[in-house]
Nanobody, 123 residues
Framework: QVQLVESGGGLVQAGGSLRLSCAAS????????MGWFRQAPGKEREFVAA???????TYADSVKGRFTISRDNAKNTMYLQMNSLKPEDTAVYYC?????????????????WGQGTQVTVSS
């Protein structure tokens, strides 16, 4: 198992930016596919973005062109740069690790999860 800790959430006005970080434990971080998911009150957890071990990425249509996922394997850390934020981006954001190198968009494919960080976008 890998331990994950998110940081960087907060309150921001619409149109603003935030950068989330996800610090991972474990010596094999570089071999994991990693993902960001979010969950708004009363809604199911949804896919945001995912990144493979070598940097290949995929995004949900709702964030494409506004969010950028990246990772620094030397620091065991993944990031989510969020620009042009909208009120509908308000949610708890979770990072997740898949104990293979293959990226997927299904939450059930990810074995390890962080505790989540709140992102609130005001209009």
């Amino acid at each position: 198992q890998v331990q994950l800790v998110e940081s960087g959430g907060g309150l921001v006005q619409a149109g603003g930016s935030l950068r989330l970080s996800c610090a991972a434990s474990g010596r094999t971080f570089s071999s994991y596919a990693m993902g960001w998911f979010r969950q708004a009150p009363g809604k199911e957890r949804e896919f945001v973005a995912a990144i493979s071990w070598n940097g290949g990425s995929t995004y949900a249509d709702s964030v494409k062109g506004r969010f950028t996922i990246s990772r620094d394997n030397a620091k065991n850390t993944m990031y989510l740069q969020m620009n042009s934020l909208k009120p509908e981006d308000t949610a708890v954001y979770y990072c997740a690790a898949r104990l293979t190198s293959i990226v997927t968009t299904r939450p059930t494919d990810y074995a390890s999860w962080g505790q989540g960080t709140q992102v609130t976008v005001s209009s």
